[in-house]
């Protein structure tokens, strides 16, 4: 969040390389003071979902005297047209409301899928699928057999959700420890493939208790991953962190000599954010 004129109600560019949508949004400029902002996504069944920020879901989030927004939606499904809708509000003030219009994030290579943290994008990684799920859904039915009844009485249920097993494979050993820091703190995950891989290619899935198999000789770095999945609801929570630029990024520019250096190349917040360095 950043207090900094982004020039534009809202703006929706697909960053490929994460799979994800930058967004950022400026109040306008005349119209009163803006107390809260809501963010959401409206995916192609028209279903609207709040777009997730630090402290949770962007829905009349107190924003002070904030009057740009930039954010991120690393849960957008892949491969179809999905709009974002900001609506800024305030006491006696009329709200102002503005739309993206359509963008779509890229689906991943067959054969290929996303295993994304939704509260710590950072650990998010495009892994290859060796099986997908053949997915079962448990019967909650009961079947009562009465005396003098040849069929039994049936009390019935709403089925489980899907479960099944994931296959995926690290070529070495650095990814192997990302998969191991994805599943490390047990949290619901949005597992992401081409749609025709099964289910609908976007689903959040709670992970059972993982393993790893060694293929081939002792030293051999491949590994076979089999992870238990069952699908489940979308989380809560905010996020932590970010897939984009850091602090690290600008420490180690060899161009930021001193902190002087820094506020000479960067005039506002948000040039420091994009790294847009003036000349």
Known sequence: KLSAACGSPLDAVVAEVHASVSL???????????????????DPDGQQVPVRDDNGDMVQVVVGSMTTWIGADHEAPLGVPVSYTVLWQGSGTEPFTADSGDVVVPEPPVNFAWLKHPGRPVLSRMVMAVEAPSWERASRSALFDVVGRRNP????SMRGGHVGELKILTNDDAERRAIDALLDDGAVLRGQAVGRAGLDGNVYAAVGASSEERHGRVIEPLRVWTLPVTRADRPPGGIDGTTGRTWNDVFTDPANTSWQQVYTRYPTGLDLYLGQASS
Do not use: H
């Not at 809260?36 to 409206?42: F, K, Y």
């Not at 009485?153 to 019935?156: E, P």
């Open 24 to 42: 950022s949004s400026n109040s306008p400029a005349a119209g009163g003071v803006y107390t809260t902002l809501s963010v959401w996504r409206t």
């Open 153 to 156: 009485v049936v009390r019935s």
